[in-house]
């Protein structure tokens, strides 16, 4: 799949989709990142992509219409394989359901704001999601969009070097993932549960999704809670 990510910072993504299995991904082709530099759709001299917002008040705004032309330019054709997701501290709650349905798209185009956001007509008529990483304010959605795309990419076919690791992690089943240990079984005198070390792999999945459901209750009982959410993307 293509992640197209529209910036007015193009180097900041050097470093973070560099590293580990997503690094990886890109390498060998099953993920393709390719970063737009915003001020390329601007025509005055100066590369203006924001003015001061109408009624007053602090800030800058991101202007509508080099988003527009950005997009329409990486996606001439929009289809339902394809969506524009723009980062916002007003969207919806990113999470590992729709991190999946977007592993089935053929081309995601992302687009981070600065400054006070972006023009309204951006995410009333250009915009297929508006997404939110957390409640708390960043100062750009660079950072939202370089999670987003480690999150998606990880879950593609052949990414994940054992394809059961994104199957029974956290999220998957409504649950968090069970704890784990390794080497060695005593540290400090903290021991790894003897049932683990005993080589019985009915008892230790039984322990383990026992383990998974406690720490799920005593952590996140919401997600026991939780329903599929309505908003979700087709
Ligand atoms: N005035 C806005 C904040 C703008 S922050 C407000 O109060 O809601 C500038 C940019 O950072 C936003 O346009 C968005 O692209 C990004 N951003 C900030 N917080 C975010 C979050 N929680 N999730 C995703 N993107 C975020």
Not at 129 to 138: A, K, P, R, T
Request: include cysteine; charge should be negative.
């Amino acid at each position: 799949m293509i992640f197209h990510i529209v910036t007015i910072f193009p180097e900041f993504f050097k470093g973070p989709l560099q590293h580990g299995v997503v690094g990886k991904a890109i390498e060998n082709g099953a993920v393709e990142v390719r970063i737009h530099n915003l001020r390329d759709w601007t025509s005055d001299r100066h590369k203006t992509v924001d003015d001061r917002p109408f009624g007053g008040g602090e800030g800058m705004v991101f202007k509508a219409e080099p988003l527009f032309l950005a997009v329409e330019s990486i996606l001439p054709q929009r289809d339902p394989r394809s969506r524009v997701v723009l980062t916002s501290a007003q969207g919806r709650l990113f999470h590992q359901g729709i991190a999946r349905e977007m592993a089935a798209l053929e081309q995601v185009v992302i687009l981070c704001g600065r400054y006070e956001g972006v023009d309204e007509r951006v995410v009333e008529n250009l915009c297929d999601d508006e997404l939110s990483i957390g409640d708390f304010v960043l100062s750009g959605g660079e950072l939202a969009a370089a999670i987003i795309v480690d999150s998606v990419a990880r879950l593609l076919p052949g990414v994940l070097g054992n394809e059961a690791s994104s199957i029974y992690e956290s999220f998957s089943e409504g649950l968090l993932d069970c704890p784990h240990w390794t080497r060695p079984a005593d540290f400090r005198g903290w021991k790894a549960p003897e049932v683990l070390l005993n080589g019985n792999h009915e008892q230790i999945r039984q322990w383990r999704a026992s383990a998974a459901l406690q720490k799920t209750r005593s952590r996140r009982p919401d997600l026991l809670k939780a329903k599929p959410d309505p908003n979700a993307l087709k």
